[in-house]
């Protein structure tokens, strides 16, 4: 199997909900929500693809070849490299069908694992939507980082007693949820969280812990001062509120307060090992990619997950020697270049 043979079949067991285009960039699926696109005119999720695209690489081959690895440690664990499948729920709601939240995980969770790296799992209004996913967190040894929303007290902390009992090796909350549209259709109340209860949170969940959706410097102190792990500069895909800013455009500046206080994940249009290489430049330890996921799985399963990855982490260390990078560290702003 190919990833173009991933891709053919895929664009054939997703149709009509999502094309499988040439670029996934959120022009063609604007708005559709049920469905893969950006929340309102879709500008969130197309911006991330547009101002990635202006971050352009500085090539350099006059060095001593040293090689190039690619690994990286997070969660006192080594991965093959920085690169993790984000959280997405909702595969009925928002695709086709074809997949659910057991079988996506069943290829997600295992196949990022078989390559090396690791997946973070979702979450969301039906319980199955966290527990189904928890399956296979706990078949595959703990290795994936389960999602949980910006739930109440009581049901937050049953949805954290579940992760633990899977074993997992850390979790992450997506504080952005509380604007998910189908969660306020399901009548499903998340709100957002004051540093105090974060802090609460981050106890409760006895491993590293992760708040994804954070977009401002401020936003970022704030996590750190809560005791988290780690945060995810993200918006949401695009999915949860329209005309935010890209992530790639304020991940230097929040990297810049933060930055080895703290781990440091970016989602949000990221497609190729290229576009990992431009986020740690900018500041990233790590990048979360949603959507490709789930054509991944949805065109070869398990292996389909697995070769994505492989072709990401193969593009990253192509990239690291045509400018000059041994390791992830020598990836620095130097190496890329902002264009109008």
């Not at 949401?236 to 440091?264: F, Y």
Request: hydrophobic fraction near 40%; glycine fraction near 12%.
């Amino acid at each position: 199997m190919t990833y173009q043979d991933v891709l053919e079949k895929a664009r054939k067991n997703m149709a009509p909900n999502c094309r499988v285009c040439r670029e996934c960039n959120g022009v063609v699926c604007r708005g559709e929500i049920p469905g893969v696109g950006g929340k309102g005119s879709g500008d969130s999720f197309i911006r991330n693809c547009q101002q990635l695209a202006k971050v352009r690489v500085n090539m350099d081959l006059i060095y001593e070849d040293r090689g190039q690895d690619t690994s990286t440690e997070l969660f006192g664990r080594t991965f093959a490299g920085p690169v993790f499948a984000a959280p997405i729920s909702g595969l009925s709601n928002n695709y086709n069908g074809l997949l659910n939240e057991r079988t996506y995980a069943q290829a997600l969770v295992p196949g990022c694992i078989e390559a090396g790296c690791a997946a973070f799992t979702g979450d969301g209004a039906p319980d199955n939507f966290l527990t189904d996913p928890l399956e296979a967190v706990k078949a595959a040894g703990g290795v994936a980082v389960p999602t949980v929303k910006p739930w109440e007290g009581d049901v937050l902390r049953r949805k954290l007693d579940l992760v633990k009992e899977a074993g997992a090796m850390a979790v992450a909350m997506d504080i952005d949820a509380a604007g998910l549209p189908l969660l306020a259709a399901a009548g499903k109340t998340v709100h957002a969280k004051t540093a105090a209860e974060l802090a609460k949170i981050a106890a409760w969940a006895e491993r590293p812990f992760l708040l994804k959706g954070i977009m401002t410097r401020a936003a970022a102190c704030r996590a750190v001062e809560c005791g988290a792990y780690g945060i995810v500069v993200s918006n949401h895909g695009g999915r949860v509120i329209d005309q935010t800013p890209a992530t790639i455009e304020v991940l230097p500046e929040i990297s810049s307060v933060v930055r080895g206080r703290i781990k440091i994940f970016v989602d949000g249009g990221f497609r190729t090992g290229v576009d990992v290489f431009k986020a740690l430049a900018l500041g990233a330890d790590a990048v979360l990619i949603g959507r490709p996921y789930v054509t991944a799985a949805c065109g070869g399963g398990k292996e389909g997950v697995s070769l994505y990855t492989k072709k990401i982490l193969a593009e990253l260390k192509e990239t690291m020697k045509m400018t000059g990078c041994a390791t992830l560290r020598d990836i620095t702003a130097d190496k890329v270049r902002i264009v109008p």
